[in-house]
């Protein structure tokens, strides 16, 4: 079955021309089945790249998914019409009644500032909390799984001296894990971050080192008991978003580095090459397929 997002929305244009399978909403209520409920709270500044970037891979599963796009209630996003958000996101405090199967919070380009003094970071803690009662898996990405994890944990992130910023190969730490099945034991992905966390602040026990780079450290992790994966790094990155950010920063005259082990020849008038397409495809699905596996039929039963 295709994903079901909303008829209007830009990313559907992006995926039909890519060969994405989609469903429009008359034909999803046609079905007799119980689509999985992914909900997205986006808190990324290019909201409609990001909505296109994670609806691609949700949307390769073979299962009925529908997504719905969450918001920061009284946030109000620079970088996205105001238009755009009325009509395709509803602000959490709206849907803090409802109950999903799986609910992924992104990263935001807030990371060096202390959790704390985010204008939304209480609401994010009540949305990490209700998550234990209303979600049955959560996906934190990036910052989001920096906040979740001090959140639970109180596992602090500590400032780079420079920016992880390029395409860095990883080690897979468990081949047997549901969320790694068919990865390979060694692969690259898309880095993008001035933080990190590090393993000697993790707990002792209940948290699981799933993906780790020599070069860039943690990368993946398990949390069973909040039913949590926390993913520092950018699996979900279309092939130019890093060249995109490169040159953004140029243009602004910030001081960046050209992301390592990405342009051909460290060249960046040429197009890179996307290495990691196939292992967030393989890992979204595996996400997707172990809620599916899992999560009670009846919504009401989440969380209990």
């Known amino acids: 079955m295709p994903i079901r997002i909303p008829n209007d929305l830009p990313a559907r244009r992006i995926l039909e021309r890519e060969g994405v399978s989609l469903m429009t909403e008359a034909t999803a209520n046609r079905q007799d089945i119980r689509p999985l409920r992914i909900g997205l709270l986006n808190l990324m500044p290019e909201k409609i790249k990001t909505e296109t970037q994670f609806a691609r891979l949700i949307g390769a599963t073979p299962l009925q998914v529908e997504l719905s796009l969450i918001r920061i209630t009284g946030h109000t996003p620079k970088n996205t019409s105001q238009e755009h958000m009325l009509a395709f996101y509803e602000p959490w405090e709206a849907v803090r009644s409802q109950r999903f199967d799986g609910f992924i919070t992104t990263g935001a380009p807030i990371e060096l500032m202390a959790f704390e003094d985010v204008t939304y970071w209480k609401e994010l803690q009540a949305i990490f909390d209700w998550t234990q009662s209303n979600v049955h898996s959560s996906l934190n990405i990036c910052w989001g799984a920096q906040a979740a994890l001090y959140h639970f944990h109180k596992v602090p992130k500590h400032t780079l001296p420079a920016k992880a910023f390029g395409i860095y190969r990883h080690k897979n730490l468990n ?62 990155y279309d092939t130019t978003t890093l060249a995109d950010e490169y040159n953004r920063d140029v243009a602004a005259r910030r001081a960046i580095n050209m992301p390592a082990n990405y342009f051909p020849g460290n060249d960046p008038s040429k197009p890179p090459e996307n290495r990691w397409r196939s292992h967030a495809h393989l890992f979204f699905g595996n996400w997707i397929n172990e809620v599916y596996q899992t999560t009670p039929y009846d919504l009401v039963e989440i969380g209990k």
């Open 175 to 236: 081949p047997s894990s549901t969320f790694l099945r068919g990865l390979s034991d060694d692969f690259s992905m898309p880095v993008s971050r001035w933080t990190e966390v590090r393993r000697a602040d993790l707990p002792k026990k209940g948290v699981e080192v799933l993906m780790e780079s020599d070069e860039v450290g943690l990368c993946l992790l398990n949390d069973p008991a909040h039913r949590s994966l926390y993913m520092f790094n950018h699996i979900e």
